[in-house]
């Protein structure tokens, strides 16, 4: 699934080359490699990915609520898609903070 590629690489797997080999990926709960990202469909995978939003700074706080409301459903589906949303937003507003400007000089 595309939204588990974006949430590994939130996670930071993608980038570190001591987490992914090929298209192996550590689980995050057992730290063998699996060639399945599991996020929708295991608590064990995504509850790690709740955690690091809820310690991510972001500044669009409301982001968080959807994120609490959405494990109130306990439905995983639902919390995915919470934290799917948390990270598209997060990524535009770290990508807009990173643009640099060309004053001509």
């Known amino acids: 699934m595309k939204d588990n590629k974006l949430i590994a690489e939130f996670m930071g797997i993608e980038n570190d080359n001591a987490k992914m080999r090929g298209h192996l990926y550590e689980c995050p709960v057992t730290a063998e490699y699996v060639s399945d990202l599991e996020y929708h469909t295991s608590w064990d995978w ?18 968080h ?35 640099t400007y060309y004053d001509g000089q």
């Open 46 to 63: 995504l509850m790690p990915v709740v955690q690091k939003c809820f310690d991510t700074q972001q500044p669009s706080e409301g982001q």
């Open 65 to 99: 609520y959807f994120i609490n409301e959405s494990l109130l459903t306990m439905d995983i589906e639902v919390v995915y898609d919470r934290v799917v949303e948390f990270i598209k937003e997060y990524n535009r507003t770290t990508d807009y903070n990173k643009v």
